[in-house]
């Protein structure tokens, strides 16, 4: 699997449908697969809702979109890859199972926004307001100066009959490519874009270090005009949403109790996927819910995942000088929360998922005079690679975080192979693969200072 897709609540359901191939463990002609569930955490697998059997589809298949629910029906608006290009295409259900497809593109053959080439115009992301419906996906820009991306905007009152407003955001990606899945959320009265850029260089603040990114940028979006306007332009306006090396094109949804939920996919492109050697490749990270602190996205695990947060310890005022491992700690499927006082101390490290010889392990660690959060996976069983000579190494990640007041707050999840790291509550987030073994479930604290665990909350994650 890739990209989520059509992720939706209807019918009392949480839907999540995902870029798949059912014929191999990589990628190739996409289908639509289909997961449902209650509550967010808990999954149950479904039929193919999407096969590229149409004319449209014909070449790569049914790319990235979204759902929009209308007249009790649950559609999917998505790109078809055909040889003649990409174009945007419906498919409608009354139950959220089986869909008919529209025989021709919603958004067709002329009807590309200016500038933009036939192969790069995807990813369709549906809203509302007002009683209309809002269209927005990436595209290629091409103009006699420059080359570029935007993020075009349409607009109808039916989902069949689009017509192109303008682009509400251009973008230079210094190597090519394009803005991929674009979103759009408001909260605390501001507007909030998303998307993937591709190939964007690392930035001073060590941002962007993967090989594509996934980013928010925060202002106003005025729908008549069209346009965006940005609260701070420029690529200076971008910010990751996740500083990991697995967290790719994010789709968010609006909970019926209002809360905004936005899930990734949790791999990258172009690089070695172990787990193709057990038969499949590539996951979702868990949903999280958004809220904002003046501009800045906040991410937390969606709460659902505390009914299956069991035997909780805790453990108060534990000082960490080298290493310490607490005997009633360790396990890979687990939510540790954890604040650190490093007022004596000029750094605190984790290692986890730590095989038992003690050869294998993740390793985080925060350098307090640089004001860097380190994540390392290269002592990993199975080391990831990357393919692209445009990404030099995915062994390490940093993320710059400053902390006035020498207090470090962590919340970590680990299930399995993935590791998320949600920093300061959420302000920062850290998503990674970690190929272990099945066992491997070691936790240990390490200081070279004088580090004081101010409390600590640990529970076995069982679903
Ligand atoms: C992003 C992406 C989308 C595309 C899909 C194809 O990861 O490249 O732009 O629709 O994956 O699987």
Not at 120 to 135: C, H, S
Not at 305 to 324: D, F, M, P
Request: net charge negative; proline share 5%; hydrophobic share 35%.
């Amino acid at each position: 699997m890739n990209d989520p897709n059509g992720f939706c609540f209807f019918n009392g359901k949480y839907h999540l449908f995902y870029q798949h191939n059912p014929k191999a463990p990589r990628w190739g002609r996409m289908y639509w697969g289909h997961a449902v569930s209650n509550d967010l955490i808990k999954w149950d697998h479904h039929d193919i809702a999407l096969e590229p059997d149409s004319f449209w589809e014909n070449f790569l298949g049914c790319f990235s979109g979204s759902a929009v629910i209308n007249d009790n029906e649950l559609n999917l608006i998505y790109t078809g890859f055909s040889i003649f290009g990409q174009y945007q295409l419906r498919a409608r259900s009354a139950d959220g199972f089986s869909f008919i497809k529209k025989s021709e593109p919603v958004i067709g053959p002329g009807q590309l926004p200016p500038g933009a080439g036939p192969l790069n115009f995807r990813d369709p992301k549906v809203f509302e307001k007002n009683g209309i419906f809002y269209l927005i996906a990436g595209s290629s820009r091409k103009t006699l100066r420059e080359r570029g991306t935007q993020i075009a905007l349409y607009e109808s009152d039916d989902l069949d009959n689009w017509k192109f407003l303008g682009s509400v955001l251009n973008g230079r990606v210094e190597r090519g490519g394009i803005f991929e899945c674009p979103d759009y959320i408001r909260l605390e009265e501001r507007d909030f874009l998303i998307a993937s850029p591709m190939y964007l260089q690392m930035n001073e603040q060590l941002e962007f270090e993967n090989l594509h990114s996934s980013v928010y940028i925060h202002g106003v979006l005025d729908l008549e005009t069209p346009e965006f306007e940005t609260d701070k332009p420029g690529p200076d306006g971008y910010r990751e949403l996740d500083g990991g090396t697995d967290f790719y094109a994010p789709q968010t949804m609006s909970a019926p109790d209002g809360r905004i939920i936005i899930i990734a996919w949790m791999q990258m492109w172009k690089r070695t996927i172990p787990t193709k050697a057990e038969g499949w490749a590539g996951m979702m990270t868990v949903p999280r819910e958004l809220s904002c602190i003046k501009g800045n996205l906040i991410q937390k695990p969606v709460r659902e995942i505390e009914r299956y947060c069991v035997n909780r310890r805790t453990h108060k005022g534990i000082a960490v000088s080298k290493q310490l491992q607490l005997p009633d700690i360790s396990g890979n499927r687990i939510d540790l929360e954890m604040s650190i006082d490093l007022s004596e101390s000029d750094d605190f490290g984790l290692r986890l998922f730590m095989s038992e010889n003690r050869h294998n392990y993740a390793e985080l660690y925060y350098d307090k005079r640089k004001q860097i959060l380190f994540l390392d996976r290269s002592r990993a069983l199975q080391r990831i690679k990357s393919l692209s000579r445009l990404e030099k190494q995915c062994d390490r990640r940093s993320t710059k975080l400053d902390l006035p007041d020498s207090k470090l707050q962590l919340r970590i999840l680990l299930d399995r192979i993935s590791l998320e790291i949600f920093i300061q509550g959420g302000r920062q987030v850290m998503s990674s693969i970690i190929c272990n073994g099945d066992e491997d479930g070691g936790i240990e604290f390490f200081s070279n200072g004088r580090a004081v665990i101010t409390q600590l909350d640990f529970y076995d994650i069982e679903i």
